[in-house]
């Protein structure tokens, strides 16, 4: 847990969550416009707990290549609410589910140039097994569930993805 001024404490998520009445801090998940630094969404996640041990990462960025084909550039939709609302699912369950302390989501949306970062899954635990169990499991529930849609920009055209890998 983190006061107004990013100090960590040793409050529990329960303890927080009964302080707030919300245990989902808005900054732990979003969905954004303009480009993120890693190293800052890392520290976040670290000042959330002084038990937290191992962290993992998942990290998807733009690629020139899909199928095949050349991309240029990627263009990221969302169904603005719902796309939150599954974030915040996907990071409460995985504090439910998996022995992680913290979890963050982050998914950009807009215009991607080729090289820039997309989505930021960072999970902190007291031991890396399980952080890395919470977000290999936090990118596939994502990919399944949240209503955020991605078109290529190609030689051909613009083609829009439907499968999630």
Not at 67 to 82: A, I, P, Q
Not at 95 to 108: G, I, P, Y
């Amino acid at each position: 847990m983190t006061t107004k001024t990013d100090q960590p404490t040793d409050r529990t998520k329960a303890e927080e969550a009964a302080r707030t009445g919300d245990d989902v801090d808005h900054m732990l998940v979003r969905i954004q416009r303009e480009n993120f630094s890693v190293d800052a969404e890392i520290e976040r996640v670290k000042r959330r707990s002084k038990r937290i041990g191992g962290i993992a990462t998942f990290l998807g960025t733009a690629r020139d290549r899909s199928k095949g084909r050349d991309v240029s550039s990627l263009t990221f939709e969302h169904y603005e609410g719902m796309a939150q609302k599954k974030l915040r699912e996907i990071r409460e369950r995985a504090l439910k589910d998996f022995d992680v302390l913290e979890v963050l989501v982050l998914h950009r949306y807009g215009d991607i140039d080729i090289g820039e970062n997309i989505v930021l899954i960072v999970v902190g635990a007291e031991h890396r097994a399980e952080a890395f169990r919470a977000c290999k499991w936090c990118i596939d529930e994502l990919k399944q569930i949240t209503p955020i849609w991605k078109r290529e920009q190609t030689p051909d055209g613009d083609v829009w993805v439907e499968e999630h890998p």
